[in-house]
DNA sequence: AAATAAAATTAGGTATAACTAATTTTATTT
DNA sequence: AAATAAAATTAGTTATACCTAATTTTATTT
């Protein structure tokens, strides 16, 4: 079994993959996690002990198959139980995140595929991301962001690429959720921040980071 | 905030000070929790410096305001989430218990209530332990135990004082659960031991540690 | 190619929470 | 009351997982 921090390094591990083919540096495993780059090196030498990963200064870190099948699994969790907090506790849609990351350590071997039959099999968390199945395969993902959209075109809120809570807090008062409809008016040149309609409402005006965080389909 | 440990002390000095009235030595700690003697009492100096206990050599370790409040809302959460695990996630008695020593922990200020709300406010876990309510107040808790019943009365199962998977397999065996009727036909004086009948099964021979672990109403 | 900057690594240190072994204190026998 | 046993405590050690500071390696400029 693996522990607690050695859980969070492989899910950082598997995030970064995910979101982008560079290698896996040490320096981009400190940045996810918020620790310092000597903390990561001890860690690496720790998780390629364990045959978890691999490690190479010329392809980065790499996930094992042990630890993708880990990596996958712990995500897994914590999708289903985002889930879960949302739809069957009523927390709202910024405060799930935290409380998943804690509940997805949670270790008992049927616990996901159970939680799992109990939400009825869901293919997507609250916040458009897949979630994987039990036998480690994930849903398709979206990756086009809102920040590609070509001017007059409408497209709906399919996922976030940001689950903190004031990006979530934001999206709320703007009134955009996963399956918003939302129409791309105009892209201010300067600086690429967009005048976008959600749904029926007015104009808004949102930045190139704000658009570049929500993915379509 | 409480570290994973302190939880589980406060948790352990909790569950002694309802077990009986005499005072709480490290000793009885140690054996408690499984740990060594000099670890509890380094902790008790932790704990005290933070104000959750007071250790008096002559009345031993007692839980300070603070350390009963966070106590017994470690149990709660204990308790409700074996509630949830076997009756939304089909998990068996025996299987509770551990998941919920891990889910106990996780620390969201309003998930208990939430899953208290969830699960339509249960008075007791699945182990017949009183589930604390929200403002700390306990239902009523059954003592008297099945070694203590008179030869012929028959009388209803109400709580387990065991949770430990080889007890609850061997109730599951026998077809004890919460609410069983079970009669009293002899008690043999050379060992304790009973001989009881299960519902409208034939008679059984019990042990005495096994009649003591068994609460009645 | 040399100089500089950035990234990776090593060396050594800290806090937590456990441990063993030795000692002191307290309780129980004789 | 002295002897013995048990409990509590202290002192020192270990593993985990982090840290800072210094050094080495690699990459980027000039």
Redesign the pocket.
């Known amino acids: 079994m693996n ?4 859980e ?2 492989l899910k950082a591990i598997l995030r970064i993959s995910q979101k982008s083919d560079e290698k896996i ?4 495993i ?1 940045e996810a ?14 998780l390629t002990d364990k045959q978890l990963i691999e ?1 190479d ?2 392809k ?1 870190v790499r996930l094992t198959q042990q630890g993708l099948k880990d990596s996958v699994l712990i995500i897994r969790k914590h999708r289903l139980w985002e889930v879960f907090l949302l739809e069957k506790l009523g927390f709202h849609w910024d405060e799930i995140h935290d409380i998943a990351e804690e509940l997805e350590h949670v270790s008992n071997t049927n616990l996901a595929d159970r939680l799992d039959q109990f939400l009825g099999f869901p293919e997507y968390d609250p916040h458009g991301d897949p979630i994987p199945k039990a036998n480690g395969k994930l849903p398709k993902t979206f990756t086009v962001s809102l920040a590609d959209v070509k001017t007059g075109v409408t497209c709906k809120v399919a996922a976030v690429r940001d689950t903190s809570s004031p990006f979530l807090q934001y999206l709320v008062k703007l009134g955009i959720g996963i399956g918003t409809q939302v129409q791309v008016l105009e892209r201010i040149e300067f600086d690429q921040s967009l005048v976008i309609r959600i749904s029926e409402q007015d104009k808004t005006t949102v930045s190139q980071r704000f658009s570049e965080s929500i993915l379509i389909s």
Chains 1, 2 share one sequence.
């Open positions: 522990t607690l921090s050695e969070n390094y540096t040490p320096t981009a400190a996690l918020g620790n310092n780059a000597a903390s990561v090196v001890d860690m690496i030498r720790k490690y200064k010329k980065g």
